[in-house]
């Protein structure tokens, strides 16, 4: 079973829409959760990253944490064709000399059509 | 992407052959791994290393090799091509122990083998 669960999709919708994106993990070490866009042939890039359970905003996006149930979240309001990627969850573990690793849901793929 | 370059962005190999990817940093980062991406498989990381001469394996690490004789120089050896390797190499770079400011990702290697 992998430590890091996400629908890879495809997942298609209007222009307006509001996107939710959703990942499930079972390590219950992890300490930070993020969201990377990934355009086409492009490295990911980070998008946003959160701590605690809760929800965190930053314009149209919103990541949201339940520890509890080990689910984060990804939301986008106003979705804009220029929001069509691969939008990836990763949590970070701690490996050795106090750096972290990040390990990856498998990405879902979003186009938002106009 | 600024301040991480990686070489070649293609390369088409024969199995059995060595090959060599090379990641290259401006930003004086301590912390630089090696991720693969697949379909299904999301990114996966290969090594990582937490200083000059200083690396460790990830959860995929067999066929592969780093090494790092100067903080700005990351490279990946596959030691004799198999066309499993056939995939999208992606370097990264991290500025502290800690992930909040997440990776920064080069523009990855696509490399086939056959």
């Known amino acids: 079973q992998k430590e890091v669960e996400q629908d890879p999709g495809p997942l298609s919708v209007p222009e307006g829409a509001i996107v939710s994106l959703n990942c499930t993990y079972s390590n219950s070490a992890f300490q930070y959760f993020m969201w990377y866009r990934q355009y086409s042939r492009k490295g990911p890039e980070l998008l946003m990253y959160t701590y605690s359970s809760g929800n965190k905003e930053d314009g149209r996006f919103t990541a949201q944490v339940d520890k509890s149930s080990k689910y984060i979240s990804l939301f986008i309001r106003d979705s804009q064709p220029s929001d069509s990627a691969t939008y990836l969850c990763?949590?970070?573990?701690?490996?050795?000399?106090?750096?972290?690793?990040?390990?990856f849901g498998q990405g879902t793929r979003l186009t938002i059509n106009p | 992407d600024a301040g991480i370059t990686q070489s070649p962005r293609h390369k088409v190999t024969e199995t059995g052959t060595p090959v060599t990817l090379r990641c290259h940093q401006t930003e004086n980062h301590r912390y630089m791994y090696w991720y693969r991406q697949d379909p299904g498989h999301g990114l996966r990381l290969i090594h990582y290393s937490y200083g000059v001469k200083d690396t460790d394996k990830g959860e995929v690490s067999d066929g592969y090799s780093v090494s790092r004789s100067k903080t700005e120089d990351f490279l990946l050896t596959l030691e004799s091509a198999t066309s499993s390797q056939t995939s999208v190499y992606f370097c990264?770079?991290?500025?502290?122990?800690?992930?909040?400011?997440?990776?920064?990702f080069g523009s990855g290697t696509r490399l086939t083998v056959v």
């Open positions: 990264a770079i991290s500025e502290s122990k800690q992930v909040t400011y997440g990776y920064t």
């Open positions: 990763a949590m970070s573990a701690r490996i050795i000399q106090g750096a972290q690793k990040l390990v």
